[in-house]
């Protein structure tokens, strides 16, 4: 069974451009999550999708947003990029629907770095 | 709000000795709890989970058992190897899906 599969691996920006990153996430799972690494703020939810809807968001700005499309694979944007910007995006699929609350399985993350 | 606190690190062990990593949680209602690894350069792996109170997670060879009286989710292993050096994530589900990491937990053993 295929995991988590992120694309591009790695990104190198600059200031003030967008970027869209890609998750498929794992055959038969329709909850996408994606999540932002830095050494300095750990790890930060960023928003949840199931079946194509926002369920969750975190505490991020409007410029980064997301979708899911039928076939549950989700693409997140970043607009006018930032230095800051600059993490490990990691995308993580479960089998959560209303009631249950499995675990979560992880991609290899986009490393994105913001020149 | 909820929140999952772990120990600093970094935890510098020779091989075969035993680990102790401590992780303590704050939330309402009542989360599942999860411990995940990260190896160099690498995304976030499932190491092992908890659903309820007094459930034991273990997976090859690591153990963490959920405390509810003392919100602690501790993670244990008789005997490290070289090849368990890497970074520790203690984490809580919450009713609303959404994950919440501890800061980490480096982990360095040495042969």
């Known amino acids: 069974k295929a995991g988590v599969t992120q694309t591009p691996r790695y990104l190198i920006k600059t200031r003030g451009q967008q970027v869209t990153l890609s998750c498929s996430p794992i055959?038969?799972?329709?909850?996408v999550s994606w999540y932002q690494q830095t050494p300095g703020q750990g790890l930060q939810f960023l928003f949840e999708?199931?079946?194509?809807?926002?369920?969750n968001k975190g505490n991020f700005p409007g410029r980064f947003s997301g979708r899911q499309f039928s076939n549950s694979r989700s693409e997140m944007n970043v607009s006018t990029l930032e230095l800051g910007d600059s993490a490990l995006y990691l995308c993580?699929?479960?089998?959560?629907?209303?009631?249950?609350?499995?675990?979560?399985?992880f991609g290899q993350g986009t490393r994105l770095t913001v020149v | 709000g909820d929140s999952v606190t772990q120990m600093e690190g970094p935890v510098t062990l020779s091989e075969e000795a035993f680990l102790t990593i401590n992780c303590t949680y704050t939330?309402?209602?009542?989360?599942?709890l999860f411990w995940y690894v990260q190896y160099p350069g690498e995304g976030l792996q499932l190491l092992l989970k908890?659903?309820?109170?007094?459930d034991k997670g273990s997976n090859k060879g690591f153990e963490a058992t959920y405390r509810k009286e003392t919100t602690s989710f501790h993670l244990e292993k008789g005997s490290v190897q070289v090849s368990d050096s890497a970074v520790y994530f203690c984490?809580?589900?919450?009713?609303?899906?959404?994950?919440?990491f501890g800061s980490g937990t480096r982990l360095l053993v040495r042969p």
């Open positions: 993580a699929s479960s089998f959560t629907g209303p009631g249950q609350n499995t675990e979560a399985f």
């Open positions: 055959s038969g799972h329709r909850s």
């Open positions: 999708y199931f079946s194509e809807t926002q369920r």
């Open positions: 939330a309402t209602g009542y989360p599942s």
């Open positions: 908890a659903t309820k109170a007094d």
């Open positions: 984490a809580l589900r919450d009713s609303s899906y959404k994950l919440i």
